[in-house]
């Protein structure tokens, strides 16, 4: 094992999560990846359980865990029951915005290509890439994004 994937509690570190466990919600995260960092404690009376083991019974992913064991070696238990990714991080994960959004719509509501009775959310999405309205986006994406907002390809 790596080092990065041991988990050995210090007395302090052990009193600090039972004390987060003890005084949170039965199903809050917090208190989940507190009990997971106990349960993976691989010091001399701790449990020492596998990842997978803790994964199965907390619900938890092994990436999760992974995160985890990572965030604590960085800064101790508090820093990793408690880490939330960067603002930034969070921000830059959808490409959709409300300007998008509506450009999309009027895209759908103008008139469809030569040849085309009415829109499919194939061809507006391969349409938004050519007009460089976006990156890259899934018809998928473009469905869920319609109905959002009501809209109905058939109808119009």
């Known amino acids: 094992m790596r080092v990065i994937d041991i988990v050995r509690l210090t007395p302090e570190h052990l009193n600090e999560l039972n004390q987060i466990v003890s005084q949170g919600r039965p199903r809050s995260r917090k208190v989940l990846l507190a009990m997971a960092l106990i349960w993976l404690d691989c010091a001399k009376n701790g449990p020492g359980l596998t990842d997978k083991h803790v994964s199965e019974t907390l619900g938890l992913s092994l990436k999760t865990l ?19 990714p960067p603002e930034n991080q969070i921000l830059n994960r959808t490409k959709i915005n409300p300007p998008f959004e509506e450009k999309l719509i009027a895209l759908a509501n103008s008139q469809a290509p030569g040849g085309r009775e009415r829109w499919s959310v194939r061809l507006l999405a391969q349409k938004a890439t050519e007009l460089q309205l976006i990156d890259s986006i899934s018809h998928m994406t473009v469905h869920r994004l319609l109905k959002k907002h009501n809209f109905n390809l058939a109808e119009n």
């Open 66 to 84: 992974a995160d985890l064991k990572k965030h604590y070696h960085q800064g101790g238990p508090s820093h990793a029951v408690n880490h939330t």
